[in-house]
């Protein structure tokens, strides 16, 4: 009898337990897939999922004939405030049509705030078309990589309706005179994944910024439909890939640059007519810790040989932290000297504004107080009342 009644409450408590973890488990399968739905309903991309887009970035490399066929090669990155120069997530690669397809759609967003202005390109080439010549005959093209350039696309000829056996002339080229210069991939470009324009929270609806951070064309077809990049994928990407200083890059190096000249000029300005006081405690100090005024001229020459050699070479981190920290070690030490000297940058004495208040307060004071004046009159009646005064016995 006691040994059913323990059977019993064993299977009672195996089914509790069984059934909270199926109501359990389909009740996070429910959420999983609801969230899932929310974010993509069509995606099939794994475990892999990114919901929101704000933070990535993606970096087209190149245009190559990989695997049978015209494919761009990339990379994506977590950080898009790193300008690609971090770690990337990966390099991977897509066929021209449907990674083109994804672009003009994220052009095609882009326009919906940029307004009327904002120009998207024709993209009746990204899928194969017909082309009736002026004799009748047909042919089909596509869009493609162009064949003197792994950083840009052409449309390509094709003999079948498929676009997939090239119709090579007797150069070996398949590229066509259509001028698709508008329709080009960002190649060597850092490009945001989502794409935001100032706007007025009282012009939009509350969904708009969380729709902007789950709609990217681009980044989730990209991330989607990719495939992993080997060894010789990556360095045909490489090969592509322009790793010098952009426009802006070069605006931005010509200021800081132009900068730490002048802050180093000025220095040597205020050096020359620096006190001999101040020069004697200058030097002291830098003998207290070994150093001589020729060392700090030879540190100043080896890092700017330094900068200049990973400017060259296009190593752009190191490159502007140099640059960076140079210019705020300059800018310290030209403020350090012009407060010690007393002369502001104009060459104008700086005022104490302590000593012109004491100044003010003494002058108030001398104001305040008045010497007695002694008139004729006054002085002739003392003189008279001591005259009167009677003899001291």
Request: net charge negative; glycine share 8%; charged share 20%.
């Amino acid at each position: 009898m006691q040994y059913n009644t323990v059977l019993r409450l064993a299977l009672a408590t195996i089914f509790f337990f069984k059934k909270s973890f199926a109501e359990q488990y389909y009740q996070n399968a429910y959420y999983q897939q609801k969230d899932d739905d929310d974010g993509a309903a069509s995606y099939t991309g794994g475990n892999d999922y990114i919901k929101y887009w704000t933070e990535y970035a993606i970096l087209p490399q190149s245009c190559v004939h990989y695997g049978g066929k015209d494919v761009i090669i990339y990379s994506m990155y977590e950080k898009y405030y790193n300008h690609c120069a971090d770690k990337a997530m990966g390099t991977y690669y897509l066929d021209v049509p449907t990674f083109m397809a994804a672009y003009v759609n994220q052009m095609e967003l882009n326009k919906e705030d940029m307004g009327d202005d904002y120009a998207v390109p024709d993209s009746t080439y990204v899928n194969c078309y017909p082309v009736e010549t002026s004799s009748g005959a047909v042919y089909y093209v596509q869009l493609g990589c162009a064949d003197n350039s792994s950083t840009e696309l052409a449309v390509n000829v094709y003999k079948d309706n498929t676009c997939t056996t090239p119709d090579k002339s007797s150069t070996g080229s398949d590229d066509t005179n259509i001028d698709v210069s508008s329709l080009q991939a960002p190649f060597g470009t850092c490009t945001s994944c989502v794409h935001f324009v100032d706007k007025n929270e009282d012009d939009v609806d509350d969904g708009y910024f969380e729709n902007k951070m789950k709609n990217a064309p681009l980044c989730s077809s990209a991330w989607e439909y990719k495939s992993k990049c080997g060894g010789s994928c990556k360095r045909m990407g490489k090969a592509g890939l322009k790793t010098g200083w952009n426009g802006s890059d070069k605006l931005l190096l010509s200021i800081l640059g132009a900068f730490s000249i002048v802050m180093l000029a000025l220095i040597m300005r205020k050096r020359k007519a620096m006190a001999p006081k101040e020069a004697l405690i200058e030097e002291a100090a830098l003998n207290s810790v070994g150093m001589q005024q020729t060392h700090v001229l030879g540190i100043v020459g080896v890092l700017f040989f330094v900068t200049v050699l990973f400017g060259l070479a296009a190593v752009k981190s190191i490159t502007w932290f140099l640059l960076l920290t140079t210019n705020i070690v300059l800018f310290a030490y030209l403020m350090k000297l012009t407060v010690s000297s007393g002369i502001g940058p104009d060459g104008m004495p700086l005022e104490d504004e302590d000593s012109s208040d004491d100044d003010s307060d003494d002058d108030e004071e001398d104001e305040g107080y008045k010497a007695p004046e002694m008139t004729e009159e006054k002085g002739d009646a003392e003189q008279g009342g001591l005259k009167n005064l009677p003899p001291i016995m």
